[in-house]
């Protein structure tokens, strides 16, 4: 795979997300292609309203449904229950960006993943023993490298320098 590619991790409501989207704020300001893909392990994503057509059509068995708007276009598809990011990656991105990142799959392996962990969780790493993870974003947990969860200009001068090899 030629395209960089990171994972952010963390517990439920553990800030995942909102670092992520300052993350893509930031590295979009300076003109970078950024494309995002989220993980809805459990299906609760709600993308679309039941009675609409597109819904219609897609429960009515289509492979793919596309729902054209001005400014955004979705996309349903239909996958095998066992899809993986590198399936998602290689087929369904386009627009060749400079930088992917994966919100979730922390049961992937082959990705670069950091961990949010804050510190009014009171947990441990969920990915303490893996090989995978490269950094802890947080506002108290020691490892080497930690970024913090307040500072994502950090985080983003780390990805230029590792990722997009841009200093």
Not at 29 to 48: L, M, N, R, S
Not at 52 to 77: C, H, N, R, W
Request: proline share 4%; with cysteine; net charge negative.
């Amino acid at each position: 795979m030629n395209r960089p590619v990171i994972c952010i991790v963390g517990a439920h409501n553990s800030g995942k997300t909102t670092f992520i989207t300052s993350v893509i704020s930031l590295l979009k300001a300076e003109g970078y292609k950024v494309t995002a893909v989220k993980h809805d392990p459990k299906g609760k994503a709600v993308t679309d309203t039941e009675g609409k057509d597109s819904y219609k059509m897609f429960e009515a068995g289509a492979d793919q449904v596309i729902l054209a708007s001005p400014g955004k276009i979705t996309s349903y598809i239909k996958t095998e229950e066992n899809y993986t990011p590198m399936f998602i990656i290689e087929n369904l991105i386009f627009d060749d960006p400079d930088l992917i990142i994966l919100e979730g799959f922390k049961w992937f392996e082959g990705i670069d993943k950091y961990e949010v962990i804050r510190k009014i969780e009171n947990r441990e790493l969920l990915l303490k023993d893996s090989s995978d993870l490269k950094g802890v974003i947080t506002d108290y947990y020691k490892f080497n490298p930690s970024f913090d969860i307040n500072n994502p200009k950090q985080f983003v001068q780390f990805i230029k320098e590792t990722y997009l090899k841009i200093v």
